[in-house]
């Protein structure tokens, strides 16, 4: 019967995935060809289940290491087979164990074997252990009981859970001492286990191991004490203890040392009773108009003609009011509905040529723009050049305010004033174009503001000034700062002390002081 075999201690091997299962013998089923092991160990380690099962269809390899009432007979390991149907043939010692995996075989079960006193029983050898011995401690598996493979996962086992030297690793199988007999070690030769390490290996296991405790004896403040002691004492460089905090720099810190920061950096000869400042600190001095005049006039005569002020005014003014028409949330290709309209209001001279070249490089980007230039008998040849350009792009031009939009548009740049001729405000179409630009309610900006007693006809939400900016009003609205391409040594020529404030950007907001 299969209740025979309960209580028999086997070792189970199921192949390289599951592994080798070592247990007494719970329960037999031969309906469902099953076997359940109690007090398992798999590879050498106890298991946290107190029972496992196991099919016939899993099982590799089949040993029984001891029979209920056979008191330590011995069996070797070349008795034990098995085929390829997982049918279990043990022989040579009287014992037959066979556990088929077919519906149809008639041997299911286990059979207990027939041990009569006329039998020949083998003599136990001294040398091997007791099964019980065997399962409370696995680490002393003989030979005899224990394949290679066993042998080789306890070891590693250990190897992973337990500090040892390299010695006893690598010599406690060949060198392994007899074992205990009968509970009583064999005077010097016992367990190098024991002998190392005094404790049950279970009992390791199970033990956790106390971080927080360890780590509470640790003085670290007491430790880092003594290592800034040694360095001062020995002329190297102090780390630091924990009472003294490493200066902490925030990312756009520059943390290499450097000479301080002069914020003063422009210097003009007169003081014309305005300065601004940059988001950095630099302080920017206005200019009056005379002296802006003659740094132009001395760039011209380097190089620096009307032309290239015209395209460079043009392209920073265009990036700007691009800014402020929202920038890449507005304009993109999966935007074009929302095109932008944008209103320039020009006059007969040079101010006029760079609202013009503005509104090319607008237009240029898929910016509505409608120009407001009356017409006139004779105008500037820069106006008619940038015009004539203009009238390339998709650009629209009035010359009446009649023809301007009735709806209020997205920006409104002002170019009518000029520095030299104020009686232009006298002119209808002047007065005209403010009145639009007036009621249309839209935001303006004014490029190249001019400075003046009077009120501004058009007060202005922010003003582009060129160069160096002028004393401007209140009316001008917030100032920015054109980069125009002016060398140093031209600032210098005409006695400007001159450190470029704009850094990476060609166009810098200024802060009034």
Not at 95 to 119: C, M
Not at 284 to 312: F, N, Q
Not at 384 to 409: H, I, M, Y
Request: hydrophobic share 30%; aromatic share 6%.
């Amino acid at each position: 019967m299969a209740t025979d075999w309960i209580g028999s201690v086997v070792s189970i091997n199921c192949g390289e995935t599951l592994g080798v299962y070592q247990g007494k013998v719970s329960a037999v089923d031969r309906a469902s060809q099953t076997i359940s092991l109690t007090q398992p160990f798999h590879n050498g380690i106890k298991c946290p289940v107190p029972e496992v099962t196991f099919s016939a269809i899993d099982i590799k390899d089949l040993k029984i290491l001891e029979i209920p009432g056979s008191q330590g007979c011995g069996k070797s390991n070349e008795s034990q087979q098995t085929d390829s149907n997982h049918n279990l043939t043990t022989t040579g010692q009287g014992y037959n164990v066979r556990l088929s995996s077919s519906p149809n075989s008639h041997n299911k079960g286990l059979k207990k074997p027939n041990i009569s006193g006329s039998a020949a029983q083998p003599i136990p050898r001294r040398a091997e252990l007791k099964i019980q011995e065997m399962i409370t401690l696995p680490q002393q598996y003989s030979k005899s009981y224990v394949d290679r493979h066993t042998l080789d996962s306890i070891n590693q086992s250990k190897a992973f859970r337990r500090r040892h030297n390299s010695w006893s690793s690598s010599s406690r199988y060949p060198n392994q001492a007899t074992p205990k007999k009968n509970g009583v070690k064999n005077g010097p030769m016992k367990n190098k286990d024991d002998e190392c390490f005094g404790e049950d290996i279970d009992e390791i296991l199970d033990t956790d191991f106390d971080f927080e405790g360890n780590l509470a004896l640790f003085d670290k403040a007491a430790v880092f004490e003594e290592i800034d002691t040694y360095e001062r004492r020995n002329g190297a460089r102090s780390r630091g203890t924990p009472n003294e905090k490493p200066t902490r720099y925030r990312h756009d810190e520059n943390i290499i040392e450097s000479e301080p920061i002069v914020y003063r950096q422009i210097m003009v000869p007169q003081h014309s009773g305005k300065e601004y400042c940059t988001d950095s600190g630099l302080v920017v001095p206005s200019i009056s108009y005379e002296l802006h005049k003659k740094l132009l006039t001395v760039a011209e005569k380097h190089g620096l003609t009307l032309e290239r002020r015209l395209e460079m005014t043009g392209v920073c003014a265009s990036q700007m009011a691009l800014t402020l028409l929202g920038g890449p949330n507005r304009l993109n290709p999966k935007n074009v509905h929302q095109r932008p309209t944008v209103a320039l209001l020009c006059g007969p001279h040079v101010k006029g040529a760079q609202g013009i070249s503005c509104g090319r490089h607008l237009a240029n980007h898929e910016v509505h723009v409608i120009l407001f230039l009356p017409n006139f008998v004779k105008m500037l040849e820069s106006i008619t050049n940038e015009l004539t350009l203009f009238c390339k792009t998709d650009g629209r031009q009035v010359a009446s305010v009649k023809d301007l939009p009735d709806t209020p548009v997205d920006l409104v740049i002002n170019c009518l004033d000029c520095h030299e001729n104020a009686f232009l405000r006298d002119q209808p179409w002047y007065k005209a174009a403010v009145d639009w630009a007036n009621q249309n309610r839209a935001p303006v900006l004014s490029i190249d503001p001019t400075v003046s007693e009077l009120e501004q006809p058009i007060d202005a939400k922010w003003s582009l000034a060129l160069g160096l900016p002028l004393p401007l009003g209140e009316s001008a609205g917030r100032v920015y700062l054109c980069d125009i391409g002016i060398p140093r040594k031209v600032f210098q020529e005409v006695g400007i002390t001159y450190h470029s404030p704009f850094g990476c950007k060609f166009v810098i907001p200024l802060h009034s002081t």
